[in-house]
């Protein structure tokens, strides 16, 4: 079991928006670490989204967005395209071990 | 441009330990706050962390795997080993190296990776 909590699924349709949250915990998202996304197409390997809470890394479209509150951060992605199905996966730090890594158990994305 | 690749056995068999190499480019270990390390990821399931071994020489490890675990650097070769002692089926994985950036935490670039399966 993940220390981050991610929906198993979402869906939608094209140009329709979605939203995947993440829900960690005092001792992670809530202590003050950042919040990262990733996207992995099947088969590849996963793919820098979105670091440090809601930033976006050059050549990642502007219909991908995130934020960050509390113990639980979310990933919004409009403007849904075909190319847009994938997993994502959030991950963050914890304080029981500072510098390492958790992962949310990840989001598989459908469009329909 | 900054690469990462894996390279070791495809298969392993119980009990056996595992070597995996990462071979890197484009960057140096020895930049104050770059890590090296791996992340795994059961066929169909999440992604799970092992370690990283960061430019000071310091290593952190998964707590859950950590008496299994070793990650050394040749900052000479920019090549980064993993060894995983006591191998069982349920570590059959794809095993991904990949880089650390910064103090974010974020892993900013993965090698393509590679399928380890166990079994006799």
């Known amino acids: 079991q993940s220390v981050l909590t991610q929906p198993p699924s979402v869906s939608g349709a094209p140009g329709q928006r979605v939203t995947i949250s993440c829900t960690g915990s005092s001792s992670n998202i809530g202590a003050g670490y950042d919040l990262h996304w990733y996207q992995q197409i099947p088969g590849t390997a996963p793919k820098l989204l979105i670091y440090?809470?809601?930033n976006r890394p050059s050549g990642v479209p502007d219909r991908f967005s995130a934020s960050k509150s509390g113990t639980s951060a979310s990933l919004a992605i409009t403007g849904l395209q075909a190319e847009d199905e994938a997993d994502y996966y959030c991950q963050s730090s914890d304080s029981s071990l500072p510098a390492s890594v958790i992962f949310g158990g990840g989001t598989k994305l459908t469009v329909l | 441009q900054i690469t990462l690749k894996e390279s070791g056995p495809t298969l392993v068999k119980p009990t056996e330990t595992l070597t995996l190499t990462c071979d890197f480019s484009g960057f140096s270990l020895s930049t104050y706050g770059v890590g090296v390390g791996w992340i795994r990821q059961p066929p169909g399931k999440a992604l799970e962390w092992l370690g990283f071994i960061f430019w000071d020489g310091e290593g952190r490890y998964s707590p859950s795997l950590k008496s299994r675990l070793a990650i050394t650097r040749d900052t000479s070769e920019n090549r980064v080993v993993l060894t995983m002692t006591d191998m069982d089926p349920v570590d059959t994985a794809t095993y991904y190296c990949?880089?650390?950036?910064?103090?974010?935490?974020?892993?900013?670039?993965w090698g393509q990776g590679t399928l380890v399966t166990v079994s006799s």
């Open positions: 990949a880089r650390r950036g910064g103090n974010s935490g974020f892993i900013d670039f």
């Open positions: 440090a809470n809601n």
